[in-house]
T-cell receptor, first 109, second 115 residues
Framework: GQSLEQPSEVTAVEGAIVQINCTYQTSGFYGLSWYQQHDGGAPTFLSYNGLDGLEETGRFSSFLSRSDSYGYLLLQELQMKDSASYFCAVDNYGQNFVFGPGTRLSVLP | DADVTQTPRNRITKTGKRIMLECSQTKGHDRMYWYRQDPGLGLQLIYYSFDVKDINKGEISDGYSVSRQAQAKFSLSLESAIPNQTALYFC??????????????FGPGTRLTVL
């Protein structure tokens, strides 16, 4: 079976830093992706980790540890527009994707 | 123009009706996917296709069927809709790169309500 776990909700204030964790148990693994989804919108790609370590893209960074089956998304200098749901997704041997249940981030003024 | 489009955007239907949701893309990607999203939950894969002749079941394919009419078109059908198929449906495309990275591009979604 395949399963991913994420916290259901995270709350932080503008300007703060927040980390959203993802642990996974999958039969196949090429890499870990992160997607953002605003209410009523479509998921949009944020980042991908195929190798262990940190990937940085502007205010967002993502980390992967294959040995721990663990990754996280780090959002810095939070803005109100970052309020959204964030999903981790495992690339299942390049065949398809398995998505986590999502973490709803609320950014407070 | 949007790269991945879905029609209709909203649909209300009755139990037992046959429904088709359509997806078109102009990205030139070979891979296309159909997902279902229930409120407050993640995305569940229904079907995916790597090309016109390659269709694969996802984790929740029961009660659904698909047709890949062309590289650019991938349709999802509910043969006999039931209320627990009420959900938000997303189509996506992808184009895996040589290094293994595969980004999915999602359509705007179809909100389906089965009464």
């Amino acid at each position: 079976g395949q399963s991913l776990e994420q916290p259901s909700e995270v709350t932080a204030v503008e300007g703060a830093i927040v980390q959203i964790n993802c642990t996974y148990q999958t039969s196949g693994f090429y890499g870990l992706s992160w997607y953002q989804q605003h209410d009523g919108g479509a998921p949009t790609f944020l980042s991908y980790n195929g190798l262990d370590g940190l990937e940085e893209t502007g205010r967002f960074s993502s980390f992967l540890s294959r040995s721990d089956s663990y990754g996280y998304l780090l959002l810095q200098e939070l803005q109100m527009k970052d309020s959204a749901s964030y999903f981790c997704a495992v690339d299942n041997y390049g065949q398809n994707f398995v998505f986590g249940p999502g973490t709803r981030l609320s950014v407070l003024p | 123009d949007a790269d991945v489009t879905q029609t209709p955007r909203n649909r209300i239907t009755k139990t037992g009706k046959r429904i088709m949701l359509e997806c078109s893309q102009t990205k030139g990607h070979d891979r296309m996917y159909w997902y279902r999203q229930d409120p407050g939950l993640g995305l569940q894969l229904i079907y995916y296709s790597f090309d016109v002749k390659d269709i694969n079941k996802g984790e929740i394919s029961d009660g659904y069927s698909v047709s890949r009419q062309a590289q650019a078109k991938f349709s999802l059908s509910l043969e006999s809709a039931i209320p627990n198929q009420t959900a938000l449906y997303f189509c996506a495309t992808s184009d895996p790169r040589g290094g293994g990275e595969d980004t999915q591009y999602f359509g705007p979604g179809t909100r389906l309500t089965v009464l």
